[in-house]
């Protein structure tokens, strides 16, 4: 029903499309031994589609079933590499024969298997999944260079010392006494971004996660943005090649038990972990002086 | 280790923190029925939160146990209300007495219920629960005001006719053929925002879900991009309050099922819905001529 | 390592396998409109599959693989049906080839789809997923005969008045006061068998789910266990060809907040869903004088 | 509607109820080190309960409130111990003060949290995730014993070599073809028993689990139920105290991807895991002459 003084033409904005969801196991076989990497890729394009929603012209759309041969068809080409490298030949390949493509944005996430004994030796093609930690990266890339960013995810870790949280604001509806010792648990979520896209990923990748685990461990945390700026600072320390680091840090409650009503002590020892609700801490942590850059594409 | 040349001193950048997952079931009881509001709640804060993230300071840190109380005693005082009134008042109430703070944001998302009919007549006080649809609404504060968007998510439909995929791009990975008769199946996730704050929510609601349905049924697909083109435009037609709305449609793939190896035909009748991979496709459609604009607050 | 007057050989006790996860969305066309059937289907055997254990002898093995071609060819096969039936027709299928098989058990799990309305017209061909309720039925074949049940699953019921739990034991751990008004919110799992395979299971289905969702409503409630009884008492009483039922209520317990701290009262309006822990109630409601009986296969 | 000749009358069958998911952090602190417990409890009651459900009379009903209160204060009573005695003691708390009840079934799984390490150091009060591996331990008890089982879950273990599937029945419907090579991935879960309730629980433990996992890598398996047998084999002969096990181990398909079309081989690299369907093996493994026994209740 058409108003007076509104306007009812409709405009195309912000759009993207591409596949997601693309499961890929590639084994890698010498004589001495199996190789795994097990990784899940999401792939996205934007740029001239203005005529795929209009009027349904499909002759610049290139489907997302061909993107996800092309997951299969690169992987087979390319010898072993680091996600993040598979990341950025996947971006570069699509730019290739894609004119009506602007950006591109691949993420790919792996699965941990470790590597089994048996009797003491590494098994040759024997696996164990490594928990629920996931490796992450992602390429965005333009017709003028691409960004990597490396992660991790679902690392769960708990501090049962070294954490409390006191002398904090309080209104009206804070009921939160203080607290100098209390369980710190959260499930780590980290990005981190590079000045130069051909910096050693593995190496880089090794040495930051420790810095994250260590600070963790280690830091006299007053609060979780406390500890996630030590976090972020020490990753950064840890790994030159590092410009930025954005951490996420859901704070996983545990509920002291009162015990009390049954004529029991409870010195910090039973808890009850709440699912929900759970405090949510987001931040960055950037180097000083240093600004994230494109590269020239490879 | 200090490498020549790397700046290793770090700078806090964006950052926020807050509460999520604060569940909320609130009953309002008439004589005549009850009435029920199921929710779920998240608050973050940005602001001057340097002190505490550098040295521990927690003097200007509201404890996010305080902000799932708020939420509790608000929910008790304000009479019923839509989501998105919900959402406005609670940033409202914590910019009052958080100077520190900046930006705010509140997201809510309703689970439906339906009164469940006994004999023909809609019960008192017993209820079902209607789907996996959800109700959202966030609204997104600052000093000088407040931006509300209101959506939906988890709205699964399917049509088994009037969707085709054909006169696409090929290169040479592609194996995908011509279609003009599939399945088109998708979770249909919408936001959109309005030009004014004070806009009748819950008409502006039904009349949106409606025109997204509608056209989603209607439409004569040539591909998922089309069918979202589509359902924008009606829905920005049927609201005038709309200012724009995204739309995210992942396409949910039904595979034709070979039976000609077992000597039967399959014409569009057999196929096996693929939860992995899917495709992913996403768009703005906006008013045209129409700038979002940010109210006074209330 | 041999212990003395350990035993250390092994033998094979009960064993069974199949395929699980067989996901199947059939379509039937007419010229009127079109209707869409949306179910998994797993599948296991037993029977002589000693040799294939221990000693790695594959010829008595059908691939699970063929189940699931199975799946799709007797869908492709079998004109509009229940899945009662269906499940029924692949138990009387796998029986014909596999002489080795002695034991069959096949279930379906069949979401819900409602056809859409546009301008008040039920829409030929586009659909909405009606909720996460399931439809279930499972078959249990011999080669004497097959037994059939039906059930439902996931259906979210709640009701704010006519729900109390008083007079309850106590001992020194229990805290929990006596109410007469509480939110009584569960999940509704229910299976229930037939003493004849030849019933109208859509009605009979139709009926039995009616039943539960009045006397769920209906029901002035004591405990979970009360209502339990009187929802299946209503089944049998519903329906007479059902001999029995199994009913399984997770009780979702809804926690009264405290707002008396922030000088509120809460006249039972606002609780705090949890998610965890939750009771658990089940139970078999049985029709006097009657006994399940395996009918002869068709 | 009565129907001549159907008996309206209903009977209770088989019940129970009890509470499911308490959740609990048990941290055992002592100067040297700090060490955690996480363990989610379910508790079911069966006995003579007719009254509960038939006339709403709660007199000899437990809330399900005192269950979980009590898991809470044994745990603080109890020092460190393993899940399989906290599930037993569990069951004799509950006889004592519940005369009317007949059966407990107390079901634990716990989650694995390992000690990070810094600078080479094991540290004192920080910890990680160990992956999705559950350790589980149930007790079942009567008025005359109890019986214990004990178990793991979601161990997902993968090899890449040393698996086939061959010389497999045929119908009409078959078309999978032999393979000697070909990716072996599931999710181990198992259960065990024992006679004697007075074993070491967690040497028991550790032996099972590593003959379970050097049987899967090690052998020559010509299908899942081949290597299924093998692993319960080894079991049995690493632990004499095991009475029998059963393994349920769903086989996570992984299809080739032909490359073919894009002028590729693809000599068993690169992969499609598939989460749905997969095939289920589940299979019990005994020993010779043994039979399972209720011992008295301690």
Redesign the interface.
């Known amino acids: 029903p058409p108003?007076e003084g509104?306007?009812?033409?409709?405009?195309?904005?912000?759009?993207?499309?591409?596949?997601?969801?693309?499961?890929?196991?590639?084994?890698?076989?010498t004589p001495d031994r199996?190789e795994?990497r097990?990784v899940t890729v999401?792939i996205?394009f934007e740029g001239d589609?203005e005529a795929?929603?209009?009027?349904?012209?499909?002759?610049?759309?290139?489907?997302?079933?061909?993107m996800?041969?092309?997951v299969?068809?690169l992987?087979?080409?390319r010898p072993r590499e680091e996600i993040e490298s598979f990341a950025r030949a996947l971006v570069a390949h699509f730019f290739v024969?894609?004119p009506h493509v602007s950006r591109i944005a691949v993420d790919v996430m792996e699965n941990g298997?470790e590597r089994?004994s048996?009797?003491g030796w590494p098994?040759?093609?024997?696996?164990?999944?490594?928990?629920?930690e996931k490796r992450t990266a992602s390429a965005r890339g333009t017709r003028d260079g691409v960004a990597i960013e490396a992660g991790l995810a679902d690392?769960?870790?708990?501090?049962?010392?070294?954490s409390g949280?006191?002398?904090?604001?309080?209104?009206?509806?804070?009921?939160?006494a203080d607290t100098t010792d209390r369980?710190f648990a959260t499930d780590i979520r980290a990005n981190w971004s590079y000045g130069n896209v051909d910096v050693s990923y593995a190496l880089c990748r090794a040495r930051a996660r420790q810095a994250l685990?260590?600070a963790?461990?280690?830091h006299d945390?007053?609060?979780?943005?406390?500890t996630?700026?030590a976090m972020?600072?020490a990753a950064?320390?840890a790994v030159?090649e590092m410009v930025?680091i954005?951490l996420t840090l859901?704070?996983r409650h545990?509920l002291l038990?009162d015990?009390e009503?049954?004529g029991?002590d409870?010195?910090?020892?039973?808890?009850?972990?709440?699912?929900?609700?759970?405090?949510?801490?987001?931040?960055?942590?950037?180097?000083?002086?240093?600004r994230p850059t494109l590269s020239v594409m490879p």
Chains 1, 2, 3, 4 share one sequence.
């Open positions: 108003i509104v306007d009812v033409s409709a405009t195309l904005g912000r759009n993207s499309y591409g596949k997601s969801g693309v499961r890929l196991m590639k084994v890698t076989r199996h795994v097990d999401a996205q589609f795929v929603h209009t009027s349904g012209d499909n002759q610049h759309v290139l489907p997302t079933d061909t996800k041969n092309a299969y068809a992987a087979r080409r024969d894609n298997w089994m048996v009797g098994h040759h093609h024997a696996f164990m999944r490594s928990g629920e690392l769960v870790v708990m501090k049962t010392s070294g949280f006191s002398g904090f604001m309080r209104d009206g509806y804070t009921t939160l369980i685990l260590d963790f461990a280690e945390s007053h609060s979780v943005q406390h996630l700026y972020g600072e950064l320390e030159p930025e954005r859901p704070n545990h038990v015990l009503r049954f029991l409870n010195q910090n020892e039973i808890f009850v972990p709440m699912a929900e609700p759970f405090g949510l801490i987001e931040g960055v942590v950037r180097r000083g002086g240093v």
